[in-house]
């Protein structure tokens, strides 16, 4: 017999639940607020009955649209975002499942090694970076912001993939191997097919940390044209000349969509991941 929780655990258990939620909810309702107001109405008391617009307005977003090149902004993040994804999965993919299948001296260290890399800010690289991409002519090319982004997120993906790949039974390698498979084409055929709730949740994050990535591409890149919607956004505020506080907002509203979608997209793979940990038994 399952016992139930008390009543007044439950009770506190959701009022936290209430208050992370709106711990981070408030941040964005605030944006798509100033999003929506005059400039008339930006410097009003910072108050919950002023987080509604008085006279909401579209003007904003059409002027962002007209005046600032999110197009090319969230096209860049967009190429950013899909070759830091398929980069980080290829690499991770293997090394989480060597961590998870095989059996080496050392393999603890190298785990705490792992973790303690994914602690590095990349504030703390960034100036060190520039001067090793300034004399390996890397500055301003995609490539070169790639890999570091990769080289950031293969951490977290790695000790996240290898957790998932403890949740499946080894039988399942011992029946690819009988069957004539090697260990590339078991994890390739049998390993990543059972894993796509898993691989999903990494998606998500590897994205969205892709996508909300400031400091490098603001180190490495010095071209507008190839600004990432993080950095573009920040910038744009040079182009307007009276206060752009709620153009801003519009812009990040507008860089903040597909993130937004990309997580509506693929959040039956979350949820079949945190149901089942990535394996039905």
Known sequence: MIKQRPLGLTIVAYAGYVLLFLFFILPI?????????TPAEIF???TIRNLIPENPTL?????????????????????????TVLGVLIISSLSSYALSRFHFRKKNLMILIILMFQMISPIVIGIPLYWYYSRLHLLDTYFGLAIAYIAIQLPFATFLLKGVFDGIPVEMDEAAKID???RLMTLIKVILPVSLPGIASAIIFLSINAWSQFVLPFFLLNKDQMYPVSVGILLSQGTFKDI????VAAASMIGLLPA???VLFLQKFILKALLSGAVKG
Not at 59 to 83: E, F, G, H, P, Q
């Open 29 to 37: 309702l605030t944006i798509l607020s100033l999003s929506l107001k």
């Open 44 to 46: 009003s008391p910072a």
């Open 59 to 83: 003007d904003n977003y059409k002027t962002v649209m007209v005046n600032v090149r999110m197009n090319v902004y969230i096209l860049n993040s967009a190429k950013l975002v899909i070759s």
């Open 180 to 182: 004539g498979c090697s």
């Open 244 to 247: 752009s506080t709620h153009y």
């Open 260 to 262: 937004v979608i990309l």
